[in-house]
């Protein structure tokens, strides 16, 4: 079935840092691909998508592109802020038949002053 | 703001209690989930809606009883909880069920089972 692998957490970074939080899938067909992102004591908010192959989604500064070869989905982002401080959800939308998104664990990720 | 609020922000009940959550999009969509996220815990699935048909219940115990009145509103009825129902109650939309879309959430209902 759908899976998706998130890299563990916490990933903890210094402002102004590079950011890479790593995503990986197995799905059947051609999914489409996003990220979700939590902040504290807040419900997951869309952050950016991806819907086939090649596709670049980029949102806030962050961005990922869907790698069919490598069925990988990367987070990035440039300069880190301290406000990015939340968990990340990677996620897709797979196998007809499912009636839901298939949801990563999820990467915790600090950012310090 | 997503579009998606639920309400009460946090409710604390006994385990004797009956209450009720309850979400609504202002979005359009067809499609209306309720999630149960625990600490260190993946996102679980407990319900799905779509055109206010439930399409999937992830063996969710009959304490939790879901309501879909219109593809506006999701309701989750409680009763009789346990401690270890205490979590964040994630209520998501979606333009559609299947194939699945993109999903828009709200901020979610913080449960305290005493």
């Known amino acids: 079935g759908d899976s998706v692998t998130q890299m563990e957490g916490p990933v903890t970074l210094s402002e102004e840092a590079f950011l890479t939080i790593n995503c990986t899938y197995t799905?059947?067909?051609?999914?489409?691909l996003f990220w979700y992102v939590q902040y504290p004591g807040e419900g997951l908010q869309l952050l950016l998508k991806?819907?086939?192959?090649?596709d670049k989604g980029s949102n806030k500064g962050f961005e990922a592109t869907y790698r069919k070869e490598t069925t990988s989905f990367h987070l990035e982002k440039g300069s880190v802020q301290v406000s990015d401080s939340a968990v990340y959800f990677c996620?897709?939308?797979?196998?007809?038949?499912?009636?839901?998104?298939?949801f990563g664990k999820g990467t915790m990720l600090l950012v310090s002053p | 703001e997503t579009g998606v609020t639920q309400t009460p922000r946090h409710l604390v009940m006994g385990m004797t209690n009956k209450k009720s959550l309850k979400c609504e999009q202002h979005?359009?969509?067809?499609?209306m989930y309720w999630y149960k996220q625990s600490a260190k815990k993946p996102l679980e699935l407990m319900f799905v809606?779509?055109?206010?048909?439930?399409?999937e219940n992830n063996s969710v115990p009959s304490r939790f009883s879901p309501e879909c009145p219109n593809s506006s509103h999701l309701f989750l009825h409680l009763h009789t909880l346990q401690p270890e129902d205490s979590a964040l109650y994630l209520c998501?939309?979606?333009?559609?069920?299947?194939?699945?879309?993109?999903?828009?959430f709200g901020p979610g209902t913080r449960l305290t089972v005493t």
């Open positions: 998501a939309s979606s333009p559609r069920a299947n194939p699945p879309a993109e999903q828009y």
């Open positions: 799905a059947t067909g051609y999914p489409s």
């Open positions: 991806a819907t086939k192959a090649d």
């Open positions: 996620a897709l939308s797979g196998t007809p038949g499912y009636s839901t998104l298939t």
């Open positions: 979005l359009g969509h067809n499609a």
């Open positions: 809606y779509n055109f206010k048909e439930q399409t």
